[in-house]
């Protein structure tokens, strides 16, 4: 079985930092895109930054040059690096992966709990 455990949300003010983390476990052949998705209350769940299994990343408009995705794959982890927080960045943040599990052939879906940023002076 596979899990994506997130860590590092937390209350910021405006302006502050703050760094995700994502850890993929359990029986992994190989793992592809990893990334980062975020939902506000009343808003469909949208992509934040992506990154592939060979380090090509992608950002969405409004987070551009101020979050950074980056991963290690030899501990099957992804990273978000937000800084210059907006109050608008306020959502659930979710880690995605295409993994491909012990004994599968193809990749599946699989994301991780959320956990929450909240932005506000």
């Known amino acids: 079985q596979v899990q994506l455990v997130e860590s590092g949300g937390g209350s910021v003010q405006p302006g502050d930092s703050l760094r995700l983390s994502c850890a993929a476990s359990?029986?992994?052949?190989?793992?592809?895109?990893m990334g980062w998705y975020r939902q506000a209350p009343g808003k469909q769940r949208e992509l934040v930054a992506t990154?592939?299994?060979?380090?090509?990343?992608s950002y969405a408009g409004p987070v551009k040059g101020r979050f950074t995705i980056s991963r290690d794959n030899a501990k099957n982890t992804v990273y978000l690096q937000m800084n210059s927080l907006k109050p608008e960045d306020t959502a659930v943040y979710y880690c995605h992966a295409a993994i491909v599990a012990m004994g599968g052939q193809f990749p599946q879906n699989y994301w991780g709990q959320g956990t929450q940023v909240t932005v506000s002076s």
């Open positions: 990154s592939t299994s060979g380090s090509s990343t």
């Open positions: 359990g029986s992994i052949l190989r793992i592809y895109t």
